[in-house]
């Protein structure tokens, strides 16, 4: 802990080399979002993701475009605030389909308690897809990875939301989610096959395919083509490349083993599970 304090006090110095701000912003308000980077990043590391969203909420406003590191600390922020409601959304959910007798009175309390988090988990996700889509998006044009890393995270937050929704709102959600996942599918032929963000992309696509849209075989035929296309360049890559695209790899290969054993057990005729807790994403 007394090392990340160090590293995280030198950050206030000295900013990294990639740290860019709008051309016309002040020298107040540079030293401003530095400020904020810098409380983010001391928010992560004490867990305080509610503060850590709001942090580099800020900083989307101020700057419109975002360094690589700060895109980095936006997607953590976010996906553990989300994730926490994600959790609980799951156990309620679990819980309103009990079947136990004389549950029905205590069912009422926990539907309505799950529609609460519901309510919670829109409003993250529709907070983050408005910076992505009006702000992000429209500031990062020139830069193949940003555009994959965005669409990727509005796919994922898009999917989010139609896993607790139901009828047709869930069907606008998962209709979006695939149109930004295919987006970003599209804009990552820039990325080469073992780049870590069209791997994430591909990882989560597959899971998109495979709970969402119950479309199985596309599910494993995306991940599939992903891994073995990676699988052909890992020769071409250093030490830390080589390891970020291995660890999301074997998420892939992870997944594929789980739904193949699902498929061989069920008989293909099992629904996917709703909750997707044992699907590994990104």
């Not at 555009?147 to 994922?156: A, E, H, Q, S």
């Not at 594929?256 to 293909?268: F, I, K, P, R, V």
């Amino acid at each position: 802990r007394f090392s990340v304090c160090l590293s995280l006090l030198s950050a206030v110095a000295f900013l990294p080399a990639e740290y860019t701000f709008p051309n016309n912003a002040t020298m107040s308000e540079q030293d401003s979002c530095a400020e904020i980077v810098f409380e983010a990043k001391l928010a992560e590391q004490t867990e305080r993701y509610d503060e850590m969203k709001e942090n580099m909420k800020e900083v989307v406003k101020a700057k419109k475009s975002l360094s690589k590191e700060e895109r980095n600390l936006l997607s953590v922020a976010y996906k553990n605030v989300v994730g926490a409601r994600r959790a609980s959304w799951r156990v309620l959910h679990s819980f309103s389909k009990s079947k136990e007798e004389g549950f029905d009175k205590q069912r009422e309390l926990v539907d309505e308690y799950r529609r609460k988090v519901e309510d919670e988990i829109d409003d993250i996700c529709e907070e983050i897809l408005t910076l992505l889509e009006h702000t992000l998006l429209k500031n990062c044009q020139e830069d193949a990875e940003a555009t994959v890393f965005y669409l990727k995270m509005m796919g994922d937050y898009l999917r989010y939301l139609a896993e607790v929704t139901e009828k047709e709102k869930r069907k606008q959600s998962a209709d979006r989610a695939c149109d930004a996942y295919n987006k970003a599918q599209e804009a990552s032929t820039r990325l080469a096959p073992t780049n870590p963000i069209r791997l994430g992309l591909a990882l989560n696509f597959s899971v998109f395919y495979y709970e969402i849209m119950n479309l199985r075989e596309k599910a494993c035929e995306l991940a599939k083509n992903a891994f073995d296309l990676a699988v052909t360049e890992l020769d071409y890559l250093d030490g830390a490349g080589y390891k970020d695209a291995t660890l999301i790899m074997q998420l892939l290969r992870d997944n594929l083993t789980l739904w193949s054993n699902e498929d061989n057990e069920a008989g293909h005729a099992a629904p996917v599970a709703e909750d997707g807790m044992d699907v590994e994403d990104l």
